[in-house]
């Protein structure tokens, strides 16, 4: 008997010397597939208020125990008897109790934990249930038994902050804040309200806000007077590219525009219609040497040909896309200096690029820092899209602490940081 003890806890990798295993056996119900059983004896060698040995067995308990296992189509179930004992010395009534499961549960530590390993994948929560033998139910319990271990203190800030948004539960968005340098999240809340964002940064320490430097954002106006009432040392960033997003896109407002005041059948049309792409890349990275045929135009020209003929086409149009390359140069030579006679520009532009200048030059400061500091909310935007991902695997979440829980677990995984101290039982 020893031995088979010894030989199924080496199996099971089970280590609490105060169960015994007597057998095992496989058990195929009139409904269901066929599963293992492991039946064991669970034994309580002292009283657990006393310490007392002096104890009377009054019986077992029996439960049946969920394991992990190899083969999902063979669940595992250890069948275990706890002794209940009565104390002579203290008169009081225990039962036997071991690491390898909770009180009143049946569901084993091991699964769990091994439940809480495969929640740091993209993977839904059903094929979770469905490989460990468990239901859904279970899954959302153990993602919902790690969510305080997130709770952050209040007396630290890194020094490079990035400020965003994401879409979350309901539609509604939610706002993030990761460290600019080690791209870690510092937190995630509810609704990006001023007033909550106030009240949330309100409570770090003076210390721990006077060591922000830089936040960098997008052209939210709000986040701004954020920063200016909590980080009292903090430059506003205006991420790189929201600058570019919103000259791109006045540019390509203005060809449609320019291109609806030809005929379809013209060549103007189908030059400005077509390659709309082109009139957005950089003008250093078209094709200038080798023509090709486009049966659009019925030409055979090169991409830079496509674009110039293109712009000749409207004077504002050409202005604003020499503007916008002007931009491109500035701003990966990082020139400040050209980047703000190019806001301060007195070209004729589409009506919709002079908005998206003026709103620079209300913000020149923080754009002229985000030309001249290599930070950026690259890394932010590359976390949203995983989120992304996060909520497309589990078809939406309508429970907001169960998002954020697991979005930090599958960060937790994505880091790479080692073993996990949240698989820590």
Same mark, same amino acid.
Not at 103 to 128: F, H, P, Q, V
């Given at each position: 008997?020893?031995?088979?003890?010894?030989?199924?806890?080496?199996?099971?990798?089970?280590? @609490?010397?105060?169960?015994?295993?007597?057998?095992?056996?496989?058990?195929?119900?009139?409904?269901?597939?066929?599963?293992?059983?492991?039946?064991?004896?669970?034994?309580?060698?002292?009283?657990?208020?006393?310490?007392?040995? @002096?104890?009377?067995?009054?019986?077992?308990?029996?439960?049946?125990?969920?394991?992990?296992?190899?083969?999902?189509?063979?669940?595992?179930?250890?069948?275990?008897?706890?002794?209940?004992?009565?104390?002579?010395?203290?008169?009081?009534?225990?039962?036997?109790?071991?690491?390898?499961?909770?009180?009143?549960? $049946?569901?084993?530590?091991?699964?769990?934990?091994?439940i809480l390993s495969a929640l740091t994948e993209d993977r839904s929560m059903t094929s979770i249930a469905r490989e460990h033998n468990t239901?859904?139910?279970?899954?959302?319990?153990?993602?919902?038994?790690?969510?305080?271990?997130?709770? +952050?203190?209040? @007396?630290?800030?890194?020094?490079?902050?990035?400020? +965003?948004?994401?879409?979350?539960?309901?539609?509604?968005?939610?706002?993030?804040?990761?460290?600019?340098?080690?791209?870690?999240?510092?937190?995630?809340?509810?609704?990006?309200?001023?007033?909550?964002?106030?009240?949330?940064?309100?409570?770090?320490?003076?210390?721990?806000?006077?060591?922000?430097?830089?936040?960098?954002?997008?052209?939210?106006?709000?986040?701004?007077?954020?920063?200016?009432?909590?980080?009292?040392?903090?430059?506003?960033?205006?991420?790189?590219?929201?600058?570019?997003?919103?000259?791109?896109?006045?540019?390509?407002?203005?060809?449609?525009?320019?291109?609806?005041?030809?005929?379809?059948?013209?060549?103007?049309?189908?030059?400005?219609?077509?390659?709309?792409?082109?009139?957005?890349?950089?003008? @250093? +990275?078209?094709?200038?040497?080798?023509?090709?045929?486009?049966?659009?135009?019925?030409?055979?020209?090169?991409?830079?040909?496509?674009?110039?003929?293109?712009?000749?086409?409207?004077?504002?149009? +050409?202005?604003?896309?020499?503007?916008?390359?002007?931009?491109?140069?500035?701003?990966?030579?990082?020139?400040?200096?050209?980047?703000?006679?190019?806001?301060?520009?007195?070209?004729?532009?589409?009506?919709?690029?002079?908005?998206?200048?003026?709103?620079?030059?209300?913000?020149?400061?923080?754009?002229?820092?985000?030309?001249?500091? $290599?930070?950026?909310?690259?890394?932010?935007?590359?976390?949203?899209?995983?989120?992304?991902?996060i909520e497309r695997t589990a078809y939406g979440y309508s429970n907001f602490i169960n998002l954020l829980t697991r979005i930090r677990l599958e960060e937790n995984k994505i880091k790479e940081k080692g073993s996990s101290n949240l698989?820590?039982?």
């Amino acid at each position: 008997m020893s031995s088979l003890n010894d030989y199924i806890k080496f199996v099971l990798d089970i280590e @609490d010397n105060n169960i015994i295993f007597k057998d095992y056996f496989y058990k195929i119900p009139e409904a269901g597939s066929k599963y293992k059983v492991y039946e064991a004896e669970l034994i309580q060698p002292a009283c657990p208020f006393c310490g007392s040995v @002096d104890i009377i067995h009054n019986g077992h308990l029996k439960t049946n125990i969920r394991y992990i296992t190899a083969n999902a189509s063979t669940p595992v179930v250890i069948r275990l008897f706890k002794q209940r004992v009565k104390c002579r010395d203290c008169s009081k009534r225990s039962m036997a109790q071991s690491s390898l499961v909770n009180k009143y549960c $049946s569901i084993s530590n091991t699964s769990k934990l091994k439940i809480l390993s495969a929640l740091t994948e993209d993977r839904s929560m059903t094929s979770i249930a469905r490989e460990h033998n468990t239901s859904v139910n279970t899954v959302q319990r153990v993602l919902a038994s790690c969510s305080h271990r997130f709770i +952050d203190g209040y @007396d630290y800030l890194p020094e490079h902050l990035a400020f +965003d948004e994401f879409k979350g539960v309901d539609r509604k968005l939610h706002f993030i804040c990761l460290n600019g340098e080690t791209h870690e999240v510092i937190q995630i809340l509810r609704n990006r309200f001023k007033k909550n964002l106030l009240k949330y940064f309100g409570r770090f320490t003076l210390k721990a806000r006077a060591n922000v430097k830089t936040v960098t954002m997008d052209l939210n106006f709000y986040y701004q007077d954020i920063v200016r009432a909590c980080f009292p040392n903090a430059q506003i960033i205006i991420d790189r590219f929201h600058m570019v997003q919103m000259l791109t896109r006045s540019l390509n407002s203005l060809r449609v525009a320019t291109m609806k005041k030809f005929d379809k059948g013209t060549r103007e049309y189908s030059l400005l219609k077509s390659p709309w792409k082109l009139y957005l890349k950089k003008f @250093d +990275d078209l094709e200038k040497i080798h023509p090709r045929y486009n049966w659009h135009y019925k030409d055979s020209l090169t991409q830079e040909q496509i674009v110039m003929e293109g712009i000749g086409c409207n004077d504002v149009l +050409d202005n604003s896309y020499n503007l916008l390359q002007d931009f491109f140069t500035a701003l990966d030579k990082h020139d400040t200096k050209s980047m703000k006679e190019i806001i301060y520009s007195k070209e004729r532009v589409g009506a919709l690029m002079h908005k998206t200048l003026l709103t620079f030059r209300h913000n020149l400061k923080a754009v002229l820092n985000g030309a001249s500091l $290599s930070y950026s909310n690259g890394c932010l935007e590359g976390f949203n899209r995983k989120i992304k991902q996060i909520e497309r695997t589990a078809y939406g979440y309508s429970n907001f602490i169960n998002l954020l829980t697991r979005i930090r677990l599958e960060e937790n995984k994505i880091k790479e940081k080692g073993s996990s101290n949240l698989l820590i039982a």
